[in-house]
Each structure stands twice: as C-alpha cells, then as structure tokens.
C-alpha cells in the first residue's frame, strides 16, 4: 500500500531535549515536505526536498534541521526544542515536480507538545 | 500574512443545503489545489487544477480556477453529514506548496 508513515504519532516532550521526528514514503517519490500547522493559520511548509542530499528552507525553518540521505527517509530534527514549537506536523511526498504542483500524499501527522 | 486567502474560515450548515468556498490571492498560480482533512488525519488531495477558468467536478463537488489563476472556488450541491471537514486550499510556486488557513464545514443532518 502507497503510503506516508511518520513516527511517532504522539510526543511530549521538554524545553532544549533533542527530538528527531521520522517520515518514511514507499512510493519512490522525489519531492518531500515538512509542515507545521497550528489553529487559524492552516500548514506552513518547514522543509521540503527535491532530491537526494537537496533541501531547501520553507516558510518557518527557524529551529528545525532535516536531511535526505535517501530518497525514502526525509526526518525533521528539532536540536533544542522550545514551547512554541508545539504543534501538529505532517510530512508529506509527491512526484517531481514538473513546474506546476504534484498531488501531495501526507502522513498521518505527529502531535508534539514542548514543556 | 497568508499568501492564500480562504473564506469563510467556518460554516455550520444543514444536510441538504449548497455552500461555497473561496480561495483568494494577489499572486498568480500555474495551479491549484484543494485538499479535505479529517480529524487526525493528513490532508488529502480532492482535485488539481491548471487552466485559468477551468471548472472540474467531483460528483457534487464543482471546483472552479479563476480567469487570471489568482483565485479559485469549491461548490458543493446537497450538502451531507459525511462532507464535514477541513477544507484547504493550496498553491506550488518556485518549488514551495503554500496552504491557505482553511475552512472547517460542518454539515448537520
């Protein structure tokens, strides 16, 4: 099955203790994203990938790291977590991109809470 | 400030009754696309669109791609229970997606 997964689906967690959320697709799909969405304020793109060892900064990169050493894993690292970093995430995956926008397929989302 | 625009941010209607959402820019789009989300789930994707004044439906779902591709609309006839859910508009520019801040649909039976 075509799928998104990401771990963990819950997280609480305190202030400045590393955390490293994962997000693995199965559908050999170039592009990866990373998102934050909050209340009033819909999904705000972190991260996202184009390619193996390519990534580039979204809206809201401030306080996250990723990486893409394979094509199927794209993690979002959280050095020193801080409250206002509490939210829902979703990673995300589409084909390439061909100059005009691929259907995303999402993960379930990962619900961190920063003490 | 929000690239993408969507109103109304919340609609409580009946089972039965036709709604419409809008997704509004300043900025020109070579596509968009609208998702529906449920409570703790992803978003998934509903219908793309490319073509300014392309209109699309999905059974009682008619999404339509303004003129300029600035701006774009989701129709829904005969509302029911089961269309209940986040409904969010998105964008890709310059290899970056751009969501809108959503509209929650509650449709009552």
């Known amino acids: 099955e075509a799928q998104v997964t990401q771990n963990p689906r819950y997280l609480i967690t305190v202030t400045g203790k590393k955390l490293t959320v994962t997000c693995s697709q199965n559908?050999?799909?170039?592009?990866m994203s990373w998102y934050r969405q909050d209340p009033g304020l819909g999904l705000r793109q972190i991260y996202y990938?184009?390619?193996?060892?390519?990534?580039d900064k979204g809206d809201v990169p401030e306080g996250y790291k990723v990486s893409r050493k394979e094509k199927r894993n794209f993690p979002l690292i959280l050095e020193s977590p801080s409250p206002n970093q509490t939210s829902l995430y979703f990673c995300?995956?589409?084909?390439?991109?061909?100059?005009?926008?691929?259907?995303?397929?999402f993960g379930d989302g990962t619900r961190l809470s920063i003490l | 400030t929000q690239l993408l625009e969507q109103s109304p941010q919340f609609l409580s209607i009946q089972e039965g009754e036709n709604l419409t959402v809008y997704c509004n820019s300043s900025?020109?789009?070579?596509?968009l696309q609208w998702y529906r989300q449920e409570p703790g789930e992803g978003p998934v994707l509903l219908v793309t669109?490319?073509?300014?004044?392309e209109v699309k439906k999905l059974k009682r779902l008619t999404f339509q791609f303004g003129d300029a591709r600035k701006d774009s609309s989701l129709h829904i006839t005969a509302a029911q229970p089961g269309d209940t859910g986040l409904y969010l508009c998105?964008?890709?520019?310059?290899?970056?997606?751009?969501f809108g801040s959503g509209t929650k649909l509650n449709v009552k039976p």
């Open positions: 995300a995956s589409s084909p390439r991109i061909l100059g005009e926008g691929q259907p995303q397929h």
């Open positions: 559908m050999n799909h170039e592009y």
């Open positions: 990938s184009m390619n193996v060892e390519v990534t």
């Open positions: 900025s020109v789009f070579s596509s």
């Open positions: 669109v490319v073509t300014g004044g």
């Open positions: 998105a964008a890709y520019n310059f290899n970056k997606f751009y």
